[in-house]
């Protein structure tokens, strides 16, 4: 720790091995979830049936999964969605398939009674899902060149993209153990929630970046100045996220189940973009510099 106008001064960048290791941890956790796991897709993506079924005592969510699937039924997720209701997630469904189900649930529960049910067409079709991919590269690149522009250094572009990267994958990779633990899906809100993360990555990257271009201007030592710049902005940094963050929780905890993961989801990518943002983009930064300029 060093002193620099009354502000102790933390060397940050002296344990960036553990940052990596942590980073390399999540994203490995990620790619074998996504690998074994991989992710549920929502009815907004691939159509299917929505049924809701309303019963006074807890339905045996496990049993009515496996039986619903020995009759050769898409079973996408079972939810609760309230003290007394049920949403029930499948494929296409056919009338005599559906009432299969209901005789299903009753044996399990008598006072079962269906609710409501709906045939639900695909609402954003592959050519939509080819274009987000399309704007979210062109978005990228146009970051990277304007972040190296800004900064003139391509090194402070591809550091903030590759924090960028770093919360979406790891953010997919969530969503993956999620959907294996929980039953979350992969939907339009999904598609949101990793957008805002993005966006929220960026920012805050940018904002150290900006203090570490104003530090280099009287110091040449790339380690002193990410210490310098991280320890300068650390405090707004989590003052701005720990607004965000107790918000999402409050959403996690007393939302509806309808938007339940989207706010888990903007949750988990806040954390990780509040993460990122000095503990790899920062690192990231400076040993590059300092292999180039060995």
């Known amino acids: 720790m060093s002193k620099n106008n009354d502000i102790t001064i933390i060397n940050w960048i002296k344990f960036k091995w553990l940052y990596f290791a942590i980073s390399a941890m999540l994203i490995v956790i990620s790619i074998v979830s996504l690998a074994v796991n991989g992710v549920i897709i929502g009815l907004e993506f691939r159509g299917g049936s929505e049924l809701t079924i309303l ?3 807890d339905l045996p969510v496990d049993n009515l999964r496996e039986s619903i699937a020995n009759e050769e039924i898409e079973v996408v ?8 209701q049920y949403m029930f997630r499948l494929g296409q469904v056919e009338e005599n398939q559906k009432a299969k189900i209901i005789e299903l649930i009753t044996s399990e529960n008598s006072d079962a009674v269906e609710q409501s049910f709906q045939i639900v067409g695909p609402s954003i079709g592959p050519e939509l899902i080819k274009k987000t991919f399309f704007a979210v590269a062109i978005a990228a690149i146009t970051i990277l060149g304007w972040v190296a522009y800004q900064f003139k250094s391509i090194k402070f572009g591809v550091s903030a993209i590759l924090a960028m990267l770093h919360d979406s994958f790891i953010l997919i990779g969530s969503i993956s153990v999620f959907g294996a633990l929980y039953g979350a899906e992969v939907d339009f809100l999904f598609i949101t929630a990793v957008l805002t993360t993005l ?17 280099q201007k009287g110091e040449s030592d790339i380690t002193k100045i990410a210490n310098q710049a991280v320890t300068e902005t650390m405090r707004r940094s989590i003052i701005n996220s720990l607004t965000i963050i107790f918000m999402l929780a409050a959403l996690v905890i007393l939302g509806g189940v309808t938007i339940r993961w989207f706010a888990v989801s903007l949750l988990v990518g806040a954390v990780l973009g509040t993460y990122s943002s000095p503990f790899v983009a920062v690192p990231l930064l400076a040993t590059w510099e300092k292999m180039t300029k060995k």
């Open 55 to 57: 019963s006074q005592q």
């Open 199 to 215: 966006s929220f990555s960026v920012h805050d990257t940018i904002v150290v970046f900006d203090r570490i271009r104003e530090i």
């Open 77 to 84: 997720s079972i939810q609760r969605s309230g003290e007394e």
